[in-house]
């Protein structure tokens, strides 16, 4: 698995880690990134995305006369 580093707030990683109850900075970034993606997963299944635009037009079909 490919790493990546990056420069974060120490308070704002401190703050993370109490909140999370985790041990350290790079299980606590770890846990929201995987809770944000989820997050986003479950929205776009309930909401639907751009492709699903279609869903959302307002043309009714016309009433049949006869």
Partial sequence: MAQVTVALDANLAIDVMMLSGTKNPQDA???VLRDYLARGRRTETRTGDAADGHRLTT???TTQEG
Avoid: H, N, W, Y
Wanted: proline share 17%; hydrophobic share 35%.
């Fill in 59 to 61: 043309d009714r079909p």
């Fill in 29 to 31: 970034v770890e846990l």
